[in-house]
């Protein structure tokens, strides 16, 4: 990987999603900006952030917010998660993210509110809001946004998500990013549909890069797999990663296909996926180490998809329903001329088992995607330096 030792180390505070217990893609954002950073010779930290859950009651007593797609579908989630949970009793397995954050992330003591962030932010020469999907509330949580600390304290978004398509924005909307994209020193998003959101919120300078996870070479992760995980014990494993989002191809269809072709496969599943069928509660070093000996994986998951590819692994990516979160996978997957691997029905996933990828062109096309990033954000870098 390119590194560049600057001349000027600085204290970076980075503002990102990273309390989950069960989606490996979000906790490997956070780990991987930060470790990326530290990597150029900065004092980089990520701010516990205790962000806002939305209330049922409110929307209850303000039922013309449901009005917004998005919000509705995001509450809706909320509704139909908790009483899945009740009724199956769901057990809450321990994949143990909190270890792998204590040996691997450096946050902050404190967790902190949107008041704490106001009021007493923890100190920074840059502050960074990103990766992930932090702007999906379009300036709902402003701390996301970076609206706290030091006026003289620069501030950048880093491959930052709206999770969105540009059509899903009201005026309201707009009119709110406007403001809030101002203050920025530099933005940068990992959609072009991020791109253009911001251009219609009157901010024209973003630029496109990839995902934080991609600016790290794939030995790092390869240092996280387990010893005894690095010779596996099955070949021709079919690792399925599904996330709870609603998805153009069931879980159903799938287990079919694995059952039908008496395939070996492992089904992990996370962020409210609920279903009957057997699961693989893994650690995240598991979860690499199983992406890294699988012969196939099938996925509805971005960050699936991320760490098929760094693997060189053949894999299909199942769209999920009416979601502006495809824009992000057709982003990376347009990028490395691979976007016949998102499927359009259930025969793809078997036609595309049997089509290998070309991993001596995906990767040069990859290389230069993260070279090209790289040098956007060691720019972005220098010109606060200077």
């Given at each position: 990987m390119f590194v560049e030792i600057y001349l000027t180390s600085m204290k970076i505070g980075i503002i990102t999603f990273w309390d989950s217990q069960n989606n490996y893609g979000q906790i490997l954002q956070c780990f991987a900006l930060q470790r990326y950073l530290r990597s150029l010779g900065h004092d980089v930290y990520t701010i516990k952030y205790k962000h806002k859950k939305p209330k049922i009651s409110h929307y209850l007593k303000?039922?013309?917010?449901?009005?917004?797609?998005?919000?509705?579908?995001?509450?809706?989630?909320?509704?139909?998660?908790?009483?899945?949970?009740?009724?199956?009793?769901?057990?809450?397995?321990?994949?143990?993210?909190?270890?792998?954050?204590?040996?691997?992330?450096?946050?902050?003591?404190?967790?902190?509110?949107?008041?704490?962030?106001?009021?007493?932010?923890?100190?920074?020469?840059?502050?960074?809001c990103g990766s992930d999907q932090i702007w999906a509330n379009a300036g709902r949580e402003k701390s996301y946004f970076l609206d706290f600390g030091d006026i003289t304290s620069k501030r950048i978004a880093v491959a930052t998500s709206f999770g969105r398509d540009v059509n899903s924005f009201n005026k309201s909307e707009i009119k709110q990013l406007s403001l809030l994209l101002q203050q920025f020193d530099a933005i940068t998003v990992r959609e072009q549909e991020g791109v253009d959101i911001c251009k219609l919120a009157g901010y024209n300078q973003a630029q496109l890069i990839c995902d934080p996870t991609l600016l790290l070479p794939v030995e790092t992760y390869k240092s996280l797999i387990p010893l005894k995980a690095k010779n596996p014990p099955n070949h021709g494993t079919t690792v399925i990663y599904y996330l709870g989002n609603k998805s153009i191809i069931n879980i159903d269809e799938i287990i079919s296909i694995m059952q039908s072709n008496r395939y070996i496969y492992k089904y992990v599943a996370s962020q409210g996926q609920y279903d009957k069928y057997e699961k693989a509660y893994l650690t995240i070093n598991e979860w690499l180490a199983n992406i890294q000996n699988a012969e196939y994986v099938i996925t509805n998951s971005f960050h699936g998809c991320v760490f098929a590819l760094l693997f060189n692994k053949q894999f299909a990516v199942i769209p999920l329903k009416n979601s502006g979160g495809n824009t992000r996978i057709n982003t990376l997957l347009g990028s490395l001329e691979l976007r016949h691997r998102i499927c359009q029905n259930v025969d793809d996933i078997e036609r595309l088992r049997h089509e290998p990828i070309n991993y001596n062109l995906t990767n040069t096309l990859f290389c230069n995607m993260r070279a090209q990033s790289i040098s956007i954000l060691s720019n972005i870098f220098n010109h606060i330096i200077n």
């Open positions: 303000h039922p013309f917010k449901l009005l917004n797609p998005h919000i509705y579908t995001n509450t809706c989630k909320i509704l139909i998660n908790t009483i899945r949970k009740q009724i199956i009793n769901q057990v809450e397995y321990d994949r143990q993210f909190d270890h792998f954050r204590d040996e691997n992330i450096i946050f902050t003591d404190q967790i902190y509110t949107e008041q704490d962030l106001k009021h007493e932010p923890p100190t920074a020469d840059v502050y960074i």
